[in-house]
C-alpha cells in the first residue's frame, strides 16, 4: 500500500482485505456478494422507480438514498435510471465511489442502514442503456469444436489465430437474467429436405458467456490502443447468448449470424467491476507451439501478465418435471474463463482498432466460453455433437437441445488464494412455447 491510501499498480487496495467484515447480517461469507464485490447494478424496490444500487449479502444498498454520503464526482451520476453516466467517468472516479461504499458498509451503519433492500423484493434491471451490443467468438475450444461439426477437415479458418473474430448483434433483445425464453421461430431446412419451411427452432441451445461493459469510449476516428483498453473495462457480467441451431445452420452462410442469435441474449444484472476482479488476474495462457503472436496492436506485456481471470463458470438445467420433483438443478459443465484465446483488452482493442466508436454501456459478448473436455463444454451443441449424444437427466429424462420449460442457470465464482471469493449471481432464463 502506498502512503495516503491510495490503491498499488495492481488495483488491489484495502476494499479487497480478506479480513474486512460487513455489518449488514449474512453478508460475510456470502458465496456471490461479500463486502469485497460490492458489484453494481439497477434495482427497482417493492414501491420505487430504477435506481442505482450495490449488492451486499442477500440486501441492496440504494446509491441514490447514499448520495451525500459518497464521492461528488459520481453522486451526479447515481441519479439516473441507468449506469451509463457511471461507465463514463474516468476509472479514479469509480475507484473513489468503490471505497467510499466500502466504508459505508463496514462502518457506517447508523446512516446507510436506512438506505437497505432486501434484494428478493426487488425488481432487477439492465444495469445500462445499451447502444450496441457486439459478440465476439474468443472461446477456441468451442470454436473448434463447432468448426468440426461445420468443417471436418479445417475447423479453425485460418484467420482465428491472428484477428479476434466477432459480429454485431442486437441491442434491442438483450434482457437481463429472468426474462422468458419465447421459442423462436424461423426458417430451417434439413440435410435431405427438397425446400426449407417455416416453424419452431427444434434445436434451441444457450451459449455460456461472459459479457463486458464498456466505459468512457471513443471517438469516431480514434481508437483504443491495447495498453489503455483496462481504461474502457467497467466490469463483467454473465452472458447466455441463446442461439436456435437450426435456424443458425441455415442462414449463416455467407455473412454470420442473424435471426438464430437475436431473438433474446439475457445477461446477470449485477455488474462485478474491474476493480473487484483486481485480485483475480492471471497470466493469459501461453499460446500453443507454433501459433503467432498477436499482432503489435493486440500485444501488450502487461494485458498478458494479467488480462485473463480465475473465474469458474457453470450452468445448471432443471425441467418442468425435475423441478415438480423437487430435484436439484443439474450440472451440465463447469470451466474456466481462461479458455478464451484472446483477453477482454484485446477484443476492445480490436473492435475500436478501425475508428469505431465504442460509447458507455456498449455490451460486449465474449463468445462461447468451453474448456477442452466434455464436462466444460459451454453449449448443447457441443454436449449432444450436433444433436447426435442425448443426455440423460435426474428423474430419467434426456435431452439434446432445450424442451419447452426448460430452465437454464449460470453461475461464476471467482477464486484466488488469501482473497475473498466473489461471485456473480445468477443468468436464467426458462423456455416458453413459441409464440402463436
Known amino acids: 500500500m502506498h502512503h495516503g491510501g491510495h490503491a498499488t499498480v495492481s488495483g488491489i487496495d484495502e476494499t479487497h482485505?480478506?479480513?474486512?467484515?460487513?455489518?449488514v447480517a449474512g453478508a460475510d461469507?456470502?458465496?456471490?456478494?461479500?463486502?469485497?464485490?460490492?458489484?453494481?447494478?439497477?434495482?427497482a424496490p417493492p414501491s420505487g422507480?430504477?435506481?442505482?444500487?450495490?449488492?451486499?449479502?442477500?440486501?441492496?444498498?440504494?446509491?441514490?438514498?447514499?448520495?451525500?454520503?459518497?464521492?461528488?464526482?459520481?453522486?451526479?451520476?447515481?441519479?439516473?435510471?441507468?449506469?451509463?453516466?457511471?461507465?463514463?467517468?474516468?476509472?479514479?472516479?469509480?475507484?473513489?465511489?468503490?471505497?467510499?461504499?466500502?466504508?459505508l458498509l463496514s462502518d457506517d451503519r447508523q446512516r446507510a442502514r436506512l438506505a437497505l433492500h432486501s434484494a428478493s423484493g426487488c425488481v432487477m434491471h439492465?444495469?445500462?442503456a445499451i447502444g450496441d451490443y457486439t459478440d465476439f467468438y474468443v472461446g477456441i475450444h468451442h470454436a473448434q469444436?463447432?468448426?468440426?461439426?461445420?468443417?471436418?477437415?479445417?475447423?479453425?479458418?485460418?484467420?482465428?489465430?491472428?484477428?479476434?473474430?466477432?459480429?454485431?448483434?442486437?441491442?434491442?433483445?438483450?434482457?437481463?437474467?429472468?426474462?422468458?425464453?419465447?421459442?423462436?421461430?424461423?426458417?430451417?431446412?434439413?440435410?435431405?429436405?427438397?425446400?426449407?419451411?417455416?416453424?419452431?427452432?427444434?434445436?434451441?441451445?444457450?451459449?455460456?458467456?461472459?459479457?463486458?461493459?464498456?466505459?468512457?469510449?471513443?471517438?469516431?476516428?480514434?481508437?483504443?490502443?491495447?495498453?489503455?483498453a483496462p481504461e474502457h473495462i467497467v466490469g463483467l457480467s454473465l452472458l447466455n447468448d441463446w442461439s436456435a441451431r437450426d435456424l443458425q445452420a441455415w442462414e449463416y452462410q455467407p455473412l454470420g449470424p442473424f435471426l438464430a442469435k437475436n431473438f433474446l441474449t439475457s445477461v446477470s444484472p449485477w455488474v462485478v467491476t474491474a476493480e473487484a476482479l483486481a485480485p483475480f488476474r492471471l497470466a493469459q495462457p501461453a499460446r500453443p507451439e507454433g501459433d503467432p503472436e498477436p499482432l503489435p496492436y493486440l500485444l501488450d506485456a502487461a494485458d498478458q501478465a494479467g488480462g485473463a481471470f480465475a473465474i469458474t463458470l457453470s450452468v445448471g438445467l432443471t425441467t418442468a418435471a425435475m423441478r415438480a420433483a423437487g430435484h436439484a438443478v443439474h450440472r451440465l459443465s463447469r470451466g474456466p474463463m481462461t479458455s478464451a484465446y484472446w483477453t477482454i483488452a484485446q477484443i476492445v482493442a480490436h473492435h475500436a482498432s478501425n475508428g469505431c466508436d465504442l460509447h458507455p454501456g456498449d455490451l460486449l459478448g465474449t463468445g462461447t466460453l468451453s474448456g477442452p473436455d466434455?464436462?466444460?463444454?459451454?453449449?448443447?451443441?457441443?454436449?449432444?455433437?450436433?444433436?447426435t449424444l442425448s443426455m440423460s437427466l435426474p428423474g430419467g429424462e434426456t435431452r439434446t437441445f432445450l424442451e419447452d420449460g426448460d430452465e437454464i442457470v449460470f453461475t461464476a465464482r471467482a477464486e484466488a488464494d488469501g482473497y475473498v471469493p466473489i461471485g456473480f449471481g445468477e443468468c436464467r432464463g426458462r423456455v416458453e412455447p413459441a409464440s402463436d
Not at 456471490?32 to 434495482?43: E, Y
Not at 466434455?374 to 444433436?387: D, M, P, T, V
Request: net charge positive; charged share 20%.
Open 17 to 23: 482485505d480478506p479480513a474486512l467484515t460487513s455489518w
Open 29 to 43: 461469507g456470502h458465496a456471490d456478494f461479500p463486502i469485497q464485490n460490492l458489484p453494481i447494478g439497477i434495482f
Open 49 to 103: 422507480r430504477p435506481r442505482a444500487g450495490v449488492a451486499i449479502g442477500d440486501m441492496i444498498l440504494d446509491l441514490e438514498a447514499t448520495t451525500a454520503l459518497l464521492p461528488e464526482a459520481a453522486g451526479s451520476a447515481l441519479s439516473a435510471a441507468t449506469l451509463n453516466a457511471l461507465f463514463a467517468l474516468p476509472r479514479d472516479d469509480r475507484v473513489a465511489l468503490r471505497r467510499a461504499v466500502s466504508r
Open 126 to 128: 439492465l444495469p445500462a
Open 145 to 228: 469444436n463447432v468448426g468440426r461439426q461445420f468443417r471436418p477437415d479445417s475447423p479453425l479458418l485460418t484467420n482465428y489465430k491472428w484477428v479476434p473474430i466477432g459480429y454485431h448483434g442486437r441491442a434491442s433483445s438483450v434482457r437481463a437474467s429472468g426474462q422468458p425464453v419465447i421459442r423462436p421461430k424461423g426458417q430451417r431446412k434439413a440435410p435431405d429436405a427438397p425446400a426449407p419451411e417455416y416453424g419452431p427452432s427444434r434445436r434451441l441451445d444457450y451459449e455460456l458467456e461472459m459479457g463486458v461493459w464498456i466505459g468512457p469510449g471513443n471517438a469516431l476516428g480514434a481508437t483504443i490502443p491495447i495498453g489503455r
Open 374 to 387: 466434455a464436462g466444460s463444454f459451454g453449449s448443447l451443441l457441443e454436449i449432444s455433437r450436433g444433436g
